[in-house]
């Protein structure tokens, strides 16, 4: 089992919310000496929290995916988008 450190690339997320229902989410990637190596926000308008914190998830994956990069660690305080994947 792969725990935080023994991947290439930790990549954490989460949502803002904004007036509601609108919102922001954001991607932090760092390498695995917790060195920065991108990041990106988007504004993603009206969504509701669960929407918001799955959007965020693809983002992350879809940045990751472009950065061409492998072996990731993904970080969440989503119990339910940490459900979605182990179903």
Do not use: W
């Amino acid at each position: 089992m792969s725990k935080k450190g023994d991947l290439g690339q930790n990549l954490g997320y989460d949502t803002v919310i904004g007036a509601p229902p609108c919102g922001a989410v954001g991607v932090v990637i760092r390498n695995s000496n917790s060195d920065f190596i991108g990041a990106i926000a988007i504004n993603i308008g009206h969504a509701s929290p669960l929407e918001k914190e799955f959007s965020a998830c693809l983002l992350a994956i879809e940045r990751a995916r472009h950065m061409n990069l492998r072996d990731i660690f993904m970080e969440t305080d989503s119990l339910q988008v940490i459900n979605a994947f182990i179903k």
